[in-house]
């Protein structure tokens, strides 16, 4: 299996516009994460899904933060409107029911300018 | 709500020698699971080695070992004769159990320990 794929790697982007980061889970993985991290505020948690059910969106910063998970094999997170604080790397990670371990893609660095 | 702490922010060892990275969290489940991560400078999230909280034994990967201490709270990694690729970021992170009634509720990660290798 190639692991969790994540796109684009490197986003820059000017702010007010619309940013969608993309990701495909390990097939066979029925949970699906979405997390941030940022110097100030290291790792955190913005959401999941289970079978593609979002589960827990608290973690979701503002009302700009969306993200869906249309089947299986892809989910995105879009900020519409993007805003300098923003700027963060997004990491995508899958894992299954009984195995305990998360694998994570190798993240999108965004950048809001 | 748990939280993992890091108290480390960097730590420095000589390459072939031992070093130790402390990790301290707060829980009232009994039910969980710990882990580190190791994050290079390429940025991916590797998993270093895992700790079912119901297990008494430490888990070892090669190299690395935890020191589990549940009545403390206590979870560090023991990296033995580190190398130079052991350079990076280190994650304590703690995850719910299946029995928690949370078992996939996302990990709560530390602020990160980071690792320098001296040659």
């Known amino acids: 299996d190639a692991g969790v794929i994540q796109s684009p790697r490197h986003e820059v982007t000017e702010m007010g516009q619309e940013v969608t980061l993309r990701c495909k889970p390990i097939?066979?993985?029925?949970?699906l994460f979405w997390y941030r991290q940022t110097m100030m505020r290291g790792l955190e948690l913005l959401i999941y899904?289970?079978?593609?059910?979002?589960?827990?969106d608290s973690g979701m910063p503002e009302d700009r933060f969306s993200a869906k998970m249309p089947n299986a094999s892809f989910s995105t997170l879009k900020i519409q409107p993007s805003e300098p604080r923003d700027s963060a790397v997004y990491f995508c990670?899958?894992?299954?029911?009984?195995?305990?371990?998360?694998?994570f893609g190798q993240g999108t660095r965004l950048t809001v300018v | 709500a748990q939280t993992v702490t890091q108290s480390q922010p960097e730590m420095s060892v000589q390459e072939a020698e031992t070093v130790t990275l402390s990790c301290t969290y707060d829980?009232?489940?009994?039910?969980?699971?710990l882990f580190w991560y190791k994050q290079p400078p390429s940025r991916q999230m590797i998993l270093v080695i895992r700790q079912e909280a119901y297990k008494q034994q430490n888990a070892t990967e090669n190299r690395f070992s935890v020191n589990f201490q549940k009545a403390a709270k206590s979870f560090s990694l023991k990296i033995s004769d580190s190398q130079l690729g052991d350079a990076a970021m280190y994650f304590c992170a703690y995850r719910s159990g299946v029995y928690s009634g949370g078992g996939a509720d996302g990990l709560t990660f530390g602020k990160g320990t980071h690792l320098i290798i001296q040659p």
């Open positions: 097939s066979g993985h029925d949970y």
């Open positions: 829980t009232s489940e009994s039910d969980y699971y």
């Open positions: 899904f289970n079978n593609n059910v979002p589960i827990d």
């Open positions: 990670a899958s894992h299954w029911r009984k195995n305990t371990e998360a694998f």
